[in-house]
């Protein structure tokens, strides 16, 4: 783990520093954490750094980071995707969240909301789809919604 964190302070490369994030996420380093922050931070050719981070809140189920995610929901994709991770979980506040982004003004980040519900398990998903459908104020999302759950009950 030493030398991993020592090719974060000597390599400039952001593919390797991508690389050294997930190796330490995989490796469960207690400064897991700490390289999260600093990776979330760090700007890098097509967001790899930023990337990598967020794969590793996800594979850690650190809940520490919703913050940090949620505020970068509308300029990294992945995002939605790492809030449904951390709802399968067990974290209601990250399925909170995603849900709020139902109702954005935004289409995009409603479509992608939506999109990231099919990640959920689908009885945590019915859940909370169910208990949000009829608070959702835009008719293209309560239509994603409706075709989600159809076709989760179906299965």
């Known amino acids: 783990l030493d030398l991993l964190h020592g090719v974060l302070g000597q390599d ?75 709802g399968n979980g067990g974290s209601e506040r990250a399925l909170d969240i995603l849900a709020g982004y139902l109702n954005s003004d935004r289409a995009f980040l409603r479509r992608r909301a939506a999109q990231a519900f099919s990640r959920v398990k689908t009885d945590v998903a019915i859940a909370k789809l169910g208990a949000v459908r009829d608070g959702l104020r835009y008719d293209d999302v309560k239509q994603m919604v409706d075709q989600t759950l159809k076709q989760m009950k179906s299965k």
């Open 12 to 86: 400039s490369s952001y593919a390797v520093h991508a690389e050294v994030i997930n190796a330490l996420a995989d490796a469960k380093d207690p400064d897991l954490p700490a390289v999260i922050r600093a990776g979330l931070a760090t700007p890098s050719y097509q967001d790899d750094i930023q990337a990598a981070a967020l794969r590793a809140i996800a594979r850690s189920n650190d809940t520490t980071f919703l913050g940090a995610v949620d505020s970068l929901v509308p300029t990294a994709g992945q995002a939605m995707g790492v809030l449904a991770v951390l």
